[in-house]
């Protein structure tokens, strides 16, 4: 069962007036998005400005594996 259908099970089991404030919180949630998706490609585009020309690091299959202490 995927995540949405547990959701959608569990939100039809509870009362109008809470499905209604789950619903105005999804809102929330949806309108903040919004706003902060314009800020975060601001900032990693800002990051990432010049690394084209940056010369890329050659990694070995030792780079790679996982050391464990």
Do not use: H
């Not at 959608?8 to 105005?24: F, G, H, N, W, Y």
């Not at 690091?57 to 050391?67: M, N």
């Amino acid at each position: 069962m995927s995540l949405t259908q547990r959701i959608v099970r569990k939100l039809e089991k509870m009362p109008e007036a809470i499905q209604s404030e789950v619903l105005d919180f999804i809102d929330f949630i949806d309108s903040r998005k919004g706003a902060d998706s314009d800020w975060k490609d601001l900032s990693i585009s800002s990051a990432m400005r010049g690394m084209e020309n940056e010369p890329s690091p050659e990694y070995t299959a030792r780079d790679l594996k996982e050391k464990f202490q």
